[in-house]
């Protein structure tokens, strides 16, 4: 992938007219925040991360800010693809026409492992703080937290429990289709709730407590259907 910075222009006018119209006295967060902090993120802080030649990518300035929202609202990759896609005070601190389909919410992680590389993960809050100095919410000479990749470590954690969730039901699927009564007899009655749809249609959980007995029960799972697997694995072959 290659980056090449475009200035960033204003909020494209039909969806700043939409968005007025739906939110007159400006009471949504997206707004304020764009009103009082602008995009905050530009291209160019992001251009070491990307190689002189390739294909387009898709603007870090904006992927930079969609994470930032993405770990406030504790949404998984998929669901701040659709936000981004479909809700207007998104679209609107994005930047993005109101016909704007966004991106593959792939692109979110693979952005997040080039920070990773790179060692730029303190990036993302190193520049908010130096907004915040500059509009004098930050005095000098006081602790101020620079060190992001709790924020990072937090949507890689969510990220991991999806692809464990997703693969145990990857693997559902495939035995229902080649020995269907040979797993009617392995799964529990609850199995089809968990895992019958994405992690995210049925919501994710936002304690990480709730979170951490999801995963212990996912292992439980998993575990439960390698052995059964193993043990009928001359009768499947």
Not at 68 to 91: H, I, N, S
Not at 96 to 120: I, Y
Not at 177 to 188: C, E, F, Y
Request: glycine fraction near 6%.
């Amino acid at each position: 992938m290659t980056l090449h910075p475009d200035p960033i222009g204003e909020v494209p006018l039909d969806t700043a007219h939409i968005v007025h119209l739906i939110f007159p006295k400006g009471d949504n967060f997206c707004l304020k925040l764009r009103q009082e902090l602008g995009t905050i993120y530009q291209d160019e802080l992001f251009k070491a991360l990307f190689a002189v030649r390739g294909q387009p990518a898709e603007a870090p300035w904006r992927l930079a800010l969609v994470s930032v929202l993405q770990f406030m609202e504790g949404l998984t990759d998929r669901q701040a693809a659709e936000a981004v896609r479909t809700r207007l005070d998104w679209k609107y601190v994005l930047n993005l026409q109101l016909t704007d389909t966004g991106f593959h919410f792939s692109v979110l992680s693979e952005f997040r492992r080039r920070l990773v590389e790179h060692q730029a993960e303190e990036k993302l809050l190193e520049t908010v703080l130096t907004v915040c100095k500059q509009k004098g919410w930050l005095k000098e000479n006081q602790p101020q937290r620079t060190d992001a990749t709790h924020i990072l470590g937090a949507a890689r954690k969510l990220n991991r429990l999806g692809c464990v969730h997703e693969t145990l039901r990857h693997v559902l699927n495939v035995l229902a289709t080649v020995a269907p009564l040979w797993l009617g007899q392995q799964v529990k009655t609850e199995w089809f709730e968990r895992y019958s749809t994405h992690l995210e249609s049925f919501g994710l959980c936002k304690k990480e407590t709730d979170r951490a007995v999801l995963a212990q029960r996912i292992g439980e799972d998993g575990w439960h259907l390698l052995q059964a697997i193993y043990q009928a694995a001359p009768a499947l072959s």
